[in-house]
């Protein structure tokens, strides 16, 4: 049964998941399902990434910071652990840590391995718009 409380906390709910954008423009946890899904749909970006590799440490900062900027508003982004991602790596033929794929309609559009500079991550990542 629904009271005054609980009709109030789901309707708050309903008003914040009406603007809240298709995709939290922020790196997120890798799921298989999650990325399949949303690169399905759209847009999507993929860090493959290692706590213990220096490039991806100085990627992961510079492709937040870049997500942050509202024209990737839209865009579901990943990271995918190297260490534990094994055959999700071999599927996307992406054997390397500190490989950024970009996917647009559910196809590859663009790839980089080892790049730290942020112009041209940036540039790489607008493939995805």
């Keep these: ?3 005054r409380r609980s009709s109030l906390g789901i309707l708050a709910l309903a008003a914040a998941l009406s603007v809240a954008p298709a995709f939290a423009a922020s790196l997120q946890p890798f799921g ?3 990325f399949e899904a949303a690169r399905g749909k759209g847009a999507v970006i993929a860090l493959i990434d290692a706590s213990w590799c ?3 440490r100085a990627q992961k900062p510079i492709v937040t910071k870049l997500l942050a900027d509202p024209k990737f508003a ?3 982004a990943f990271a995918i652990d190297y260490d534990s ?3 999700t790596l071999k599927a996307l033929n992406a054997p390397d840590r500190s490989t950024i794929l ?3 309609g559910g196809k590859e559009v ?3 391995v080892g ?3 942020e112009e041209t991550i940036a540039a790489l990542l607008e493939k995805a718009l």
């Design 32 to 34: 298989t399902a999650n």
């Design 54 to 56: 220096p490039t991806c």
């Design 1 to 3: 049964m629904f009271d």
């Design 85 to 87: 991602e094994k055959p």
């Design 115 to 117: 790049d730290t500079r």
């Design 74 to 76: 839209k865009v579901a």
């Design 102 to 104: 970009v996917f647009k």
């Design 110 to 112: 663009g790839r980089s």
